[in-house]
T-cell receptor
């Protein structure tokens, strides 16, 4: 059973609407990852954090995606204006360290954009 | 960039038969990556099945084994006798250990269906 808690499990949004997902990492894990898994099962790395600082992120040139991991609050991933192509499973994972370590996943938030 | 290739999208096996799920990888960093198999059982989140951090070593868990073959850049998953409860989606992954690239790379997964 996942100790990484993701909410909500499902989101249904209209095109142009905001979509926000939250993640509580496993206790004691300072590193958090967000991945997008599309209908072809491909994993796309989005961003990762160590504590509250961004380690790496994709070039979110569309600027529709934003993420944060504030101290003492859940991490979050937000899509400002949802598009049909954003429909996917969004996975949050935490890790005890950034380099080469095991990832511990939540069950994911499935976004459907209609 | 780094990549992980799983050639089979789905594998169907009868219970008690042997299994091999193929995984090859390409890593651009200096040194050798850590290699992982993750599994997603129906209705559950993705979880670690096994990992190997040293080239030439074998990892095992729940009757599954995988050997880190740096010459062939492969990390195939094997099991001698599968059970219906092994039906799941299996993902091969690599994670670099140096160079500041912290994002693990995943294959597209292989769905294992075990018939009774």
């Amino acid at each position: 059973n996942s100790k990484v808690i993701q909410t909500p499990r499902y989101l249904v949004k209209g095109q142009g609407q905001k979509a926000k997902m939250r993640c509580i990492p496993e206790k004691g894990h300072p590193v958090v990852f967000w991945y997008q898994q599309n209908k072809n099962n491909e994993f796309k790395f989005l961003i990762n954090f160590q504590n509250q600082e961004v380690l790496q992120q994709i070039d979110m040139t569309e600027k529709r995606f934003s993420a944060e991991c504030p101290s003492n609050s859940p991490c979050s991933l937000e899509i400002q204006s949802s598009e049909a192509g954003d429909s996917a499973l969004y996975l949050c994972a935490s890790s005890p360290s950034g380099s080469g370590n095991t990832l511990y996943f939540g069950e994911g938030s499935r976004l459907i954009v209609v | 960039g780094d990549s992980v290739t799983q050639t089979e999208g789905q594998v169907t096996v009868s219970e008690s038969k042997s299994l091999i799920i193929n995984c090859t990888y390409s890593a651009t960093s200096i040194g050798y990556p850590n290699l992982f198999w993750y599994v997603r059982y129906p209705g559950e989140g993705l979880q670690l099945l096994l990992k190997v951090i040293t080239a030439g070593q074998k990892g095992s868990s729940r009757g599954f084994e995988a050997t880190y073959n740096k010459e062939a850049t492969s990390f195939h998953l094997q099991k001698a006798s599968v059970q219906e409860s092994d039906s799941a989606v299996y993902y091969c992954a690599l994670s670099l250990t140096s160079g500041g690239n912290y994002k693990p790379t995943f294959g597209k997964g292989t769905s294992l269906v075990v018939h009774p």
